[in-house]
């Protein structure tokens, strides 16, 4: 039985999005900021933060548009598109809410955080579900760079764009000790 390519291994294991919601409700005036951060210990950059990473209000905009102009600073970022991280707008009937939903791609995304403050002079917010912890993510790690790491009295192998599956706690040790994996 011979090893699967890495687009033959995760066409036949999809990696899954960890996502978190945000609502967007309020009046929003003119000038007033959405200044977001997108934090996780595997992604080269990580926090973004700044003028890079915010949404500034232009007159006429409805919490619709606040929501599209904040997806649209999200997925403007490429260093945020290279690890999978992008963000898309829709609008709940039933609570007659407009929603922000923050995708990570893959096992990664469930230590991606994501917080915002917002600056306005009416009464506009934007709240974040989960404390802003993504959450839902699987599938395998993606390695961005050769790298060997060592667990206990294991030393595993990772090399740049091979899929591998990894159990929760060698999946934490990676993240928060900031492996080039995505």
Do not use: C
């Not at 963000?87 to 469930?110: C, I, M, Q, R, W």
């Amino acid at each position: 039985m011979g090893m699967l390519s890495p687009g033959a291994a995760i066409a036949a294991n999809p990696r899954v999005d960890a996502t978190v919601l945000g609502t967007v409700g309020g009046t929003w005036v003119a000038g007033d900021t959405v200044a977001m951060t997108i934090k996780n210990p595997a992604v080269i950059g990580s926090p973004i933060t700044g003028a890079t990473a915010t949404y500034t209000v232009v007159t006429g905009d409805t919490d619709q548009s606040v929501a599209e102009g904040i997806a649209s600073t999200i997925n403007g970022l490429a260093s945020l598109q290279s690890f999978g991280i992008f963000a898309v707008t829709s609008y709940d009937t039933f609570a007659n809410e407009v929603k922000v939903t923050l995708h990570h791609t893959g096992p990664v995304g469930n230590y991606t955080v994501f917080s915002a403050v917002v600056a306005t002079g009416g009464t506009g917010t934007f709240t974040i579900a989960n404390s802003g912890a993504l959450s839902g993510g699987s599938g395998a790690v993606i390695p961005y760079l050769n790298f060997t790491f060592a667990t206990g009295v294991d030393t595993v192998n990772f090399w740049i764009g091979q899929p591998r599956f990894v159990d929760y706690v060698l999946l934490t040790a990676l993240v928060t000790q900031g492996m080039p994996i995505y």
